[in-house]
C-alpha cells in the first residue's frame, strides 16, 4: 500500500493566480496521476507525471494551465495557473505500484476560485 | 484509448437488498478491472478487483463478476448497508495506460 499526503486540502483563491499542490508519498513509486473530480462527477486524468521527464497530458490539459513537478520518486506538484471560476473543483492526486494495480489516493485538494 | 460505460447512474435500494452495477469497456486488451468506492467528502479506495484469468471473486458481501467475451464486468453488493451508501467506479485497464474511471454509480440504500 501507499500512504499519500497532499497539500493543501482547501483554499480559496482570486482569479488570475496560481495555486500549487503537493502531494508526498511514503514510498517510492513509479506512476503518479493528477486527476480532477468536479461536484458530483468522476475523476478525469489531468496528467501523468514522469520521474525525470515532462509530464504527459491528456486531451484538453496544457502544460501552461497545469505546470507539474516530480522531483524524484516520492514527491509531485500539481500547479493551476492563471486560475478562473472554472477551475473550480478538486484535485487529486494518485500512485500505482505499476500498471495494473491498485490505485491510491491523496485525499484531495477542494479549491475554490472566486 | 478506453470508452468505459457504467449503468446505472444512480442506485435506490432497500436496506438487505442487494444491488448491482455494470461496466462495458471498449478495450480488448484489458486485464484488470477494479471497481472503488467513493464516500462522501471521502477519496477513492478500491475495494474488489479481478483480473482477466479469472471469471468471479467474492469478498464477503461484495463479489465481480467478469465477462471478457461481451467486454463487461459486475459489482455485487448483497444484504447491503446505509454504509454502503456511495458513489462506485469502475476503472478497465490495460495496463498499458493509466487509470479511466467510469463516470460513477450513486447507491443509495434506504434504512
Known amino acids: 500500500s501507499a500512504v499519500i499526503s497532499q497539500k493543501p486540502s482547501r483554499d480559496i483563491c482570486q482569479r488570475g493566480t496560481s495555486l500549487t499542490i503537493q502531494c508526498q508519498v511514503d514510498?517510492?513509486?513509479?506512476?503518479m496521476f493528477w486527476y480532477r473530480q468536479q461536484p458530483g462527477q468522476s475523476l478525469t486524468l489531468i496528467a501523468t507525471a514522469n520521474q525525470g521527464s515532462e509530464a504527459t497530458y491528456e486531451s484538453g490539459f496544457v502544460i501552461d494551465k497545469f505546470p507539474i513537478s516530480r522531483p524524484n520518486l516520492t514527491f509531485s506538484t500539481l500547479t493551476v495557473s492563471n486560475m478562473s471560476p472554472e477551475d473550480s473543483s478538486i484535485y487529486l492526486c494518485?500512485?500505482?505500484?505499476?500498471?495494473?494495480?491498485?490505485?491510491?489516493f491523496g485525499q484531495g485538494t477542494r479549491l475554490t476560485v472566486v | 484509448g478506453e470508452n468505459v460505460e457504467q449503468h446505472p447512474s444512480t442506485l435506490s435500494v432497500q436496506e438487505g437488498d442487494s444491488a448491482v452495477i455494470k461496466c462495458t469497456y471498449s478495450?480488448?486488451?484489458?486485464?484488470?478491472f477494479p471497481w472503488y468506492k467513493q464516500e462522501l467528502g471521502k477519496r477513492p479506495q478500491l475495494i474488489i478487483d479481478?483480473?482477466?484469468?479469472?471469471g468471479e471473486k467474492k469478498d464477503q458481501r461484495i463479489a465481480v463478476t467478469l465477462n471478457k467475451t461481451a467486454k463487461h464486468f459486475s459489482l455485487h453488493i448483497t444484504e447491503t448497508q446505509p454504509e454502503d451508501s456511495a458513489v462506485y467506479f469502475c476503472a478497465p485497464n490495460s495496463g498499458n495506460t493509466p487509470l479511466v474511471f467510469g463516470k460513477g454509480t450513486r447507491l443509495s440504500v434506504i434504512a
Open positions: 478495450d480488448s486488451a484489458s486485464n484488470y
Open positions: 494518485s500512485v500505482a505500484q505499476g500498471r495494473s494495480a491498485e490505485a491510491f
Open positions: 479481478i483480473r482477466s484469468n479469472v
Open positions: 514510498s517510492q513509486v513509479t506512476m
